[in-house]
């Protein structure tokens, strides 16, 4: 047999199972208007190799009935065999991550069973053009996971920008797409994101003054002179996976989490062949959330926006701290020094330059001492704590001299048990 009779028969082989868990008539519409026409675009579902390829959408009945009376579900059959996996709609009090998690271990149950090429997209999610045709060259060359980089973006900013390029519609207050597909490039959705960002992304940036949360999945840099973003993360999309390469699977992670928890290292530990997607022009995930969706302080307070030099040193340590934290695992911390290029013009040598100064920053080697970093972090929480105070109790001085009775009564009530105090 021929080095190209081989290649062919190696592709025919190929069996790519895309999955998604979807319920409602909000993430319904993400699914269609804006997900699905994405992966219409050229270079994804019409670059398929012929095979049987098939879309698992785990979702309610009444779900799946709407769904297929959808324009954009209608042309994603053509390329591939839809079947449905039925989970019931989200019980009151289950949070929509655990049901999510319901919806993944049946999918990738079957993704194992049948030894496929799984795909994971959620509904709310966008990729680039092209994404498809490099995931089936990265399956012939028989990579076992292959990983994008996962951040949030505004709803409201993205989806008007989507707008104002023709590619979405508002129809009676129903999303409607432009086109029957969306066909962006990397470049294009960089651009998009860099010009949507949630406050949650917004204070992942190495330079902000917001406050650090105790898990952080990101640090970025921004480039100045192409705009676009150098990432080091800790939250990995998994768009490829390949369940012939494993010969046990763990679900355990997806009972109270979905695939962004530990299930990917847990069945595909850190030594398989992975790669990781560092050029957003091979292929580009965004995903979003409305800005009012667990919105961060961006601005933080004075004390933070007065010292730049040292805020940047002191968001490298709370960086690192949260990466050795036992919430991320080893398969992400292994890929954390690499350096994801979201750019809008071609990568010049600025890039690598910026990525040797990210890297310094983000370096979890064993000699690396951030104890000073720590007890400076905790004395400046403590006089951010102080100054907020005092700032307060200024404020409610200045409007009970300024006649507020309510301030007034305050100030007289915290007087009057001063003297109390005093007097016993």
């Not at 021929?2 to 028969?9: I, L, M, R, Y």
């Not at 579902?45 to 390829?53: E, K």
């Not at 905790?378 to 200024?394: D, F, G, P």
Request: proline share 6%.
């Amino acid at each position: 047999m021929s080095t190209t009779e081989q290649s062919v028969n190696q592709t025919s082989q190929l069996r790519f199972y895309f999955m998604a868990v979807v319920w409602g008539v909000r993430f319904r519409q993400y699914f269609t208007e804006l997900c699905l026409p994405s992966l219409l675009a050229p270079g994804n579902l019409p670059q398929l190799p012929d095979g049987d390829h098939r879309f698992l959408i785990a979702c309610p009945d009444a779900d799946w009935e709407a769904l297929m009376g959808e324009k954009a579900v209608q042309a994603v059959a053509r390329h591939l065999t839809l079947e449905h996996l039925p989970i019931p709609p989200p019980p009151p009090g289950v949070p929509g991550t655990v049901h999510m998690g319901a919806g993944h271990k049946a999918a990738t149950d079957r993704c194992f069973d049948d030894g496929a090429l799984a795909v994971p997209l959620t509904p709310d999610l966008m990729l680039s053009r092209g994404t498809v045709a490099r995931l089936v060259e990265y399956a012939k060359q028989r990579y076992s996971v292959v990983c994008v980089a996962a951040l949030r973006f505004g709803e409201e900013p993205l989806f008007e920008r989507l707008r104002r390029g023709g590619h979405l519609n508002e129809v009676a207050g129903n999303l409607v797409a432009g086109g029957d597909d969306l066909s962006l490039s990397g470049a294009d959705m960089v651009e998009l994101a860099v010009n949507s960002m949630h406050s949650q992304t917004e204070a992942y940036l190495y330079d902000s003054p917001a406050y650090r949360s105790a898990i952080q999945p990101a640090l970025i840099w921004r480039h100045g002179l192409d705009g676009g973003l150098l990432i080091h993360s800790l939250s990995w999309a998994p768009l490829l996976l390949d369940f012939a390469s494993i010969e046990e699977h763990d679900t355990e992670s997806l009972t109270e989490w979905t695939m962004d928890g530990d299930y990917v290292h847990a069945n595909f530990g850190v030594h398989g062949r992975v790669r990781i997607i560092d050029d957003s022009d091979e292929m580009m995930l965004i995903s979003w959330a409305p800005l009012d969706d667990r919105p961060v302080d961006v601005q933080g307070n004075w004390l933070r926006r007065w010292c730049g030099p040292l805020r940047r040193v002191l968001n490298g340590a709370s960086f690192r701290d949260s990466a050795r934290c036992p919430a991320f695992d080893d398969f992400k911390r292994k890929y954390l020094s690499t350096a994801v290029c979201w750019h809008i013009k071609p990568l010049d040598r600025s890039w690598d330059e910026l990525a040797m100064q990210s890297r310094s920053v983000v370096d979890l080697s064993e000699q690396r001492n951030d104890t000073r970093a720590r007890q400076i972090i905790a004395v400046l929480a403590w006089l951010e704590r102080a100054c907020a105070v005092i700032h307060s109790r200024m404020v409610s001085v200045w409007r009970a001299l300024n006649g507020d009775p309510l301030e007034r009564e305050n100030l007289r009530r915290a007087l009057r048990r001063r003297l109390h105090m005093r007097s016993d």
